[in-house]
């Protein structure tokens, strides 16, 4: 069960704060929670399948194949400032 010894601390770690009235409220809704969860681990699942999915998935990727790429110069053509066959750019160190 929670406490609200353990709801303070969570705040803490969040760095949140909450008055007493909604410590109170948290304590009883986190509470309900775990119940929940609880009774979620009563039912029998021996049957049922792990899923990673609920929807079977199709792999959307075209085939690998070579083509052709783009020679050098058709690539610097709309380089702004190009050198010896290469972009060239501002020094960054």
Known sequence: MIT???VEY???LAR???SEDEKEE???T???I???AKKL???DTSSVQ?????LPVNNVFREDRVEPSLGRDRVLENAPDKSKGCFRVPRVI
């Open 26 to 28: 948290l304590t009883k």
């Open 50 to 54: 792990p899923t990673a999915h609920i």
């Open 4 to 6: 609200k010894k353990d």
């Open 34 to 36: 775990l119940e929940y």
């Open 16 to 18: 949140l704060e909450f």
């Open 30 to 32: 986190l509470g309900d």
């Open 10 to 12: 969570v705040a803490a």
């Open 41 to 43: 681990s009563d039912v």
